[in-house]
């Protein structure tokens, strides 16, 4: 059946006109205006959340040179760390050390022997066994001057004999454990907790 508006009344041909507009319009803003729409809020929020990052960015710009002042200061504060624990330990720099100090308190190193290395989460324990011939004030002189070491040396074990036949400088005989502290560059690892699975050895090939 052919349906031509020419053929309606013009009242007709005007309810037609306006709704094919109205359809036009509808059809217009469901496929066009409201996809728009959403890609235009979209945008926005991400326009938003651009300028709250470049917000923060430039916050964080402003604390740089405060951060950076920090990292200064921490650096500083690590190099006095190392001074009084050296991260590696020298045997002969501290030989050399005590025997100067021995030397200026008229005090004699009979035995000098480092001991097996303890190991702490950040840092190893360096124990020494000293043997020293001299006096008492020069003994306390010799313990006076180790302890103003830039690096930590803590006496144990004490133990100070007099002579059957004293000298005049040498009237005592001490042996002690003088313990020094390295520090580590890595954590120590944590050791295995008993009853821990270990890995089992690869089977043998048959010949």
């Given at each position: 059946m052919n349906i031509s508006l020419t053929k309606l009344p013009w009242w007709g041909q005007i309810v037609a006109f306006v709704v094919l507009a109205v359809a036009g319009c509808g059809a217009f803003f469901y496929y066009y205006e409201m996809p728009a729409h959403e890609d235009m809020k979209s945008r926005q929020a991400q326009l938003i959340a651009l300028r709250a990052d470049i917000t923060k960015g430039l916050g964080t710009a402003k604390k740089l040179p405060e951060f950076r002042s920090q990292?200064?200061?921490?650096?500083?504060?690590l190099a006095s760390l190392r001074a009084v624990?050296?991260?590696?330990?020298?045997a002969a720099d501290l030989l050399n050390r005590m025997q100067t100090v021995a030397a200026q308190s008229n005090l004699t190193i009979?035995?000098?022997k480092p001991g097996a290395t303890v190991t702490k989460p950040l840092h190893a324990e360096w124990p020494i066994s000293l043997e020293l011939d001299?006096?008492?004030h020069?003994?306390?002189m010799f313990f006076d001057r180790v302890g103003k070491f830039t690096r930590i040396v803590n006496i144990s074990g004490l133990d100070v004999k007099g002579k059957d036949k004293p000298e005049p400088?040498?009237?005592i005989t001490a042996s002690c454990?003088?313990?020094?502290?390295?520090l580590l560059d890595k954590p120590a690892a944590a050791p295995a907790k008993p009853g821990a699975a270990t890995p089992a050895a690869a089977p043998k090939g048959g010949n």
């Amino acid at each position: 059946m052919n349906i031509s508006l020419t053929k309606l009344p013009w009242w007709g041909q005007i309810v037609a006109f306006v709704v094919l507009a109205v359809a036009g319009c509808g059809a217009f803003f469901y496929y066009y205006e409201m996809p728009a729409h959403e890609d235009m809020k979209s945008r926005q929020a991400q326009l938003i959340a651009l300028r709250a990052d470049i917000t923060k960015g430039l916050g964080t710009a402003k604390k740089l040179p405060e951060f950076r002042s920090q990292v200064s200061d921490l650096e500083t504060r690590l190099a006095s760390l190392r001074a009084v624990l050296p991260d590696e330990k020298d045997a002969a720099d501290l030989l050399n050390r005590m025997q100067t100090v021995a030397a200026q308190s008229n005090l004699t190193i009979k035995s000098f022997k480092p001991g097996a290395t303890v190991t702490k989460p950040l840092h190893a324990e360096w124990p020494i066994s000293l043997e020293l011939d001299g006096t008492y004030h020069n003994l306390a002189m010799f313990f006076d001057r180790v302890g103003k070491f830039t690096r930590i040396v803590n006496i144990s074990g004490l133990d100070v004999k007099g002579k059957d036949k004293p000298e005049p400088n040498s009237t005592i005989t001490a042996s002690c454990v003088a313990t020094t502290f390295v520090l580590l560059d890595k954590p120590a690892a944590a050791p295995a907790k008993p009853g821990a699975a270990t890995p089992a050895a690869a089977p043998k090939g048959g010949n």
